[in-house]
């Protein structure tokens, strides 16, 4: 089964509003990565957060990892259309290969 | 300068064919991989290689075999096509293996369908 799960799995919202996004895993973890997939093309890393860190800022992003319930969670603020895609979480597998949760489709209405 | 370009973009062949998908890296990476992404958008692993050797194989079946013929290139070799192979492909790299290889950089992927 999948590693990292993503929640909700559709998300739509005004722009200007933030957006949250949440996975869960199962495993302990020693990193977890967060990447965007606009429609039809290739999947882009946003963050990456350490297991030792609690929070992470990049730009409009903040991520937090709660490793006491395994579970972290994507914020983005003052959303744009531009920001419509699908975000994905990505937690190392017993620190081997990355798996892949299902992902979140965010849609941003203009 | 595309970091990881993989050819074609697009295949559609019929069951029972063999195909190729080629991969490149110039980023100087030592890890390259393929996934899978379903119709419902699930992305699953199926090969590692750190150069040039194979360090993960999820269970694939046989009909795929990859390549590596020097740490900057990764193809993927599909025979006996079914309509369950139908997906798109994508081949990535990353600075070294596992929790301590950093980010994932995608290529744009390859979408496979089978008729």
Known sequence: SQQGEEDPQALSIQEGENATMNCSYKTSINNLQWYRQNSGRGLVHLILIRSNEREKHSGRLRVTLDTSKKSSSLLITASRAADTASYFCATDNYGQNFVFGPGTRLSVLP | ?115
Not at chain 2, 26 to 45: A, V
Not at chain 2, 85 to 113: H, I, K, M, N, P
Request: proline share 3%.
């Open chain 2, 1 to 115: 300068d595309t970091a990881v370009s993989q050819t074609p973009k697009y295949l559609v062949t019929q069951m029972g064919n063999d195909k190729s998908i080629k991969c490149e890296q110039n980023l100087g990476h030592d890890t390259m991989y393929w996934y899978k992404q379903d119709s419902k958008k699930f992305l699953k692993i199926m090969f590692s290689y750190n150069n040039k050797e194979l360090i993960i194989n999820e269970t694939v079946p046989n009909r795929f075999s990859p390549k590596s013929p020097d740490k900057a290139h990764l193809n993927l070799h599909i025979n006996s096509l079914e309509l369950g192979d139908s997906a798109v492909y994508f081949c990535a790299s990353s600075l070294g293996q596992g929790a301590q290889g950093g980010e994932l950089f995608f290529g744009e992927g390859s979408r496979l369908t089978v008729l």
